[in-house]
DNA sequence: CCTTCCGTTAGGCTC
DNA sequence: GAGCCTAGCGGAAGG
């Protein structure tokens, strides 16, 4: 394909606020927080409707180069050459793709307005804590989620046991790592400060890491297991029972 | 674009290890280590060579779903809708599309064996500090790079200055956390534990969080500005000589 | 296999 | 805007 028409199917797609697919054998350079070249190869180039801007190698799930939303997109035909840049202030970013060889190029005007629903986080997991204590400890009553924990930052859930006994929980979605009991620890410092009185401490996952159980150990850390997936179905079963009742 | 045709050209281009870009109507589910769906919406499906899977929305630079490399693709057409599901082991993960209509769909075999170049990392911001100790400050010389620090992990540089002090040195191309204040204190511990010698820390990065600086004084570690471009331009500079000089 | 750590991490949220 | 944290993080390197 001639690179002038494909400047003018480009900057067409471009103005009309469409995804553009452009396949070809291209160059790519980019300049920022960091900066990297990248030769000649066939490659495949998307330019999405909100300046959006990937460079997808013909193997692998990471695009090589980019550029996220609301840049600064140009085009211009020069020296034989199609070139397309990129560009963003704050952080001060440039991409430049240097086109030799235009293989295709599509442009659609998509519509998707669809809602994207996301299960198995670990905000469901606290969510369905919250619905259901004893998932931590028969007993178990929640206080306060998210509560401030000095400068530490925040814990997940913040309760009291059946002995009325302080509970700090920390939940994690993957299994724990020891970094994950020295925050745990850090923030329940941090509350005994505050407070006057030492929290158990309970860190709820799927798992823990060899060398975190190390850690748990040496600080009194309590371990309760629990995977995203089972809060998942815990609060679609408190759903369905709310809508039953609903 | 009639279902089956689509269905033939997607197995056609699975089998050839081609790239593969289609656009259409679709629905996405999947369920593995956590689980997602996205109702009906026109969007960009991607098949890689390797069998990377992505499903691109019309904006934002992430895609919305996806499979990495190696996931084993089906495609079958079935009441009237093509199915494409992409499975993995290891995790257990099933990624399913399910197109109700084809706007487009194109296949190419790309080749591309360019090979990309990072710069302005932190791996070149330490080789920038052991081809230049002074940035650092006069009369640093490093002795080690990845010494090891006990259970901590490993420190960056490990070296002496002018007055024969040891010296840890961590590196890093973003501004310093209070984190990393943390973290490199526990390396020293370690090397005190092991060396009966207290080194001086240095934080070498491009600048430092406010919570940080607070840190940085608690634990009497100094703190070095040093930006990962400043380093690239070094090693450029010390290679353009070599070059001279060779 | 597991663990650790980097990344132009991105993205979301709060202050 | 800066700071903080999560992520289906991905990817690489090392044990």
């Given at each position: 394909m001639r690179l002038k028409e494909a400047a003018e199917k480009l900057r067409e797609g471009i103005r009309s606020r469409s995804l553009i697919v452009l396949t070809g054998l291209m160059e790519v350079f980019y300049e920022g927080r960091a900066s990297s070249s990248l030769g000649e190869g066939e490659r495949l180039l998307l330019i999405k409707q909100d300046g959006s801007v990937l460079v997808h190698r013909p193997?692998?799930?990471?695009?090589?180069n980019w550029q996220p939303p609301g840049s600064l997109i140009s085009v211009i035909v020069k020296d034989g050459v199609l070139v397309i840049e990129a560009r963003r202030l704050s952080p001060e970013e440039i991409l430049r793709v240097v086109v030799k060889k235009v293989y295709s190029i599509e442009s659609h005007k998509l519509e998707d307005s669809a809602d994207f629903a996301m299960h198995a986080t670990e905000e469901e997991m606290k969510r369905a804590i919250l619905l259901e204590p004893s998932l931590i400890e028969e007993g178990f009553k929640p206080i306060?989620?998210?509560?401030?924990?000095g400068r530490a930052g925040f814990v997940d859930i913040f309760g009291v046991d059946s002995s009325g006994n302080l509970v700090v929980v920390e939940i994690k979605r993957r299994n724990a790592t020891s970094e994950d009991v020295r925050q745990l620890v850090s923030y329940v410092k941090e509350i005994e400060k505050e407070l006057g009185r030492r929290p158990r401490m309970i860190l709820a996952a799927p798992g823990v890491q060899r060398s975190a159980s190390r850690e748990l150990a040496a600080y009194g850390v309590e371990f309760k297991c629990l995977s995203p997936k089972r809060c998942h179905e815990i609060l679609k079963r408190g759903r369905g029972l709310e809508e039953f009742l609903g």
């Open positions: 193997t692998g799930y990471e695009p090589v306060e989620d998210e509560r401030r924990a």
